[in-house]
């Protein structure tokens, strides 16, 4: 790959520190780097490549210079701001915010599900959901074995969703990120409840879902809940599939995925849990098993780095994309 001029906006942040620390993990390469942040966030120091860099106040005119992509991981009205200003001045945009995700002409890629809907016009790709990202890794082997009727997730999503004040929730047994404190508790709603009764949280599950598959004939719920882990986010996913099986069969479709590691031993109680995903860029699956209510349907149980694959390189994977598209 060539070298390539980048930028993190929201550098200084959870996410954004993430991406720089994934970054050069994966050798991206680069040739000039910027890092952008809030006005109360200029003048702090981040570090890529044994080399520190002075973080910049993002301005409207950030982008007047030879920056060719642009990593985003600053809020949804940031992104829409000077997303939209970065990709009019030829900057290639992945944005980590729900901004751009919905929208009919902006793509919204998992790289080991739709890669290919990546076109070399395509100036502003989204992030999905870390929640969905996961789930989605896990779900892609099945949907195109069997076919997917019906899908019913509930999610036990770990706190670093909720940036740093919700972590200082956490270890401090507080309640000033959320109305209840997290610590010793579960909290079912995540972000703000819409007029159905489902939180945005779910219903961006659901409607994500749809477009990653690009089949919006399935019929999807879900129920997100915050519970006191650190890191890691697991999901309960309920599978009504097209096609009848053999236990057997969804077990070797799993095995194909990409990024996708089975565990299922269940008489030795292995199974995927935050502990063996938090630090790392895998999608887990196990507790995998037939529903014996419902026709040709599965439980199983999904676990990832909702930091990692669920933004920051998840983010990096699709810039990779980017480069090998030019």
Known sequence: MKKVNLAVVGATGLVGRKI??????????????????SKKSAGKKVKLYDKEYIVEELTEKSFDRD??????SAGASVADKYGKIAASKGVKVVDNSSNFRMHDDIKLVVPEVNPNVIEENDMIIANPNCSTIQSVVALKPLYDDFGIERIVYNTYQAVSGGGKNALEDLENRTALKWKYPIYNNVLPQIDVFTENGYTKEEMKMVDETHKILSD???????????VPVENSHSISINVKLKKEFEIEDIFNSLKKGENLVL???????????????NGNDLVYVGRVRR???CENTINMWVVADNIR??????????????LKEE
């Open 20 to 37: 720089i620390e994934v970054l050069q993990e994966r050798n991206f390469p680069i040739e000039n780097f910027y890092a952008f942040a």
């Open 291 to 293: 529903d014996f209510s």
């Open 263 to 277: 565990l299922d031993d269940i008489k030795n109680e292995i199974y995927p849990i935050p502990d063996i995903s």
């Open 216 to 226: 919006y004939d399935i019929k999807i719920t879900a129920t997100a809940a915050r």
């Open 67 to 72: 920056i060719d992509i642009a990593l985003f």
């Open 309 to 322: 694959k669920g933004a920051a390189t998840n983010a990096i994977e699709i810039a990779e994309l980017l």
